[in-house]
């Protein structure tokens, strides 16, 4: 009898920790709900869910220059940066994601919309990438890049 239920209570376990994507997982898996942890961040104003994943990481691309600063720094930026916005959401519009050792790699497109204070609503599709590294247990950003799509040609 004790020996099926502690079988039991491992198989469930095991099943669990295979279907859930956790983010301390060295995977794709892991990875994505990383990256999904960050742009939440973002489109809830979350500095500090935003920091602990992108800290010292190295960014370019649309609105921003090569940069790595101190965290506390950072958080100043971040901060100011929502502090623009009465509304700022970003979702996922397509994205892939690659595992290789220790680095992830994840590349897409996204929707960005943004209210600025007393202005009207725009949004925007990106294109963009994100270098990832797994240490002590945590995805933490390298560096990413973002620029508008490029308008399709008409023919």
């Known amino acids: 009898g004790e020996y099926f239920v502690i079988r039991y209570v491992w198989w469930i376990a095991v ?21 999904q942890r960050r ?12 920091l602990e994943i992108e800290c010292g990481a190295r960014g370019f691309g649309h609105s921003s220059s090569i940069r790595s600063v101190d965290c506390e720094t950072y958080r100043a930026m ?13 979702v996922i519009d397509d994205a ?13 497109k996204l929707v960005r919309t943004e209210k600025h204070h007393g202005k009207t609503s725009t949004t925007r599709l990106l294109r963009y990438t994100a ?12 560096q ?12």
């Open 15 to 35: 099943l669990l920790l295979q279907v859930s994507p956790v983010l301390g997982e060295r995977n794709e898996s892991g990875l994505r709900a990383a990256e």
């Open 39 to 50: 742009l939440d961040g973002y489109s809830n104003g979350n500095v500090e869910e935003i």
């Open 78 to 90: 971040v901060s100011e940066f929502f502090g623009r916005f009465e509304e700022f959401d970003i």
């Open 96 to 108: 892939q994601y690659k595992v290789v050792g220790n680095v992830g790699l994840v590349a897409g």
């Open 131 to 142: 270098t990832y590294y797994f240490e002590e247990g945590k995805w933490r950003m390298l």
């Open 144 to 155: 990413y890049h973002r620029s508008p799509m490029p308008q399709a040609s008409s023919q």
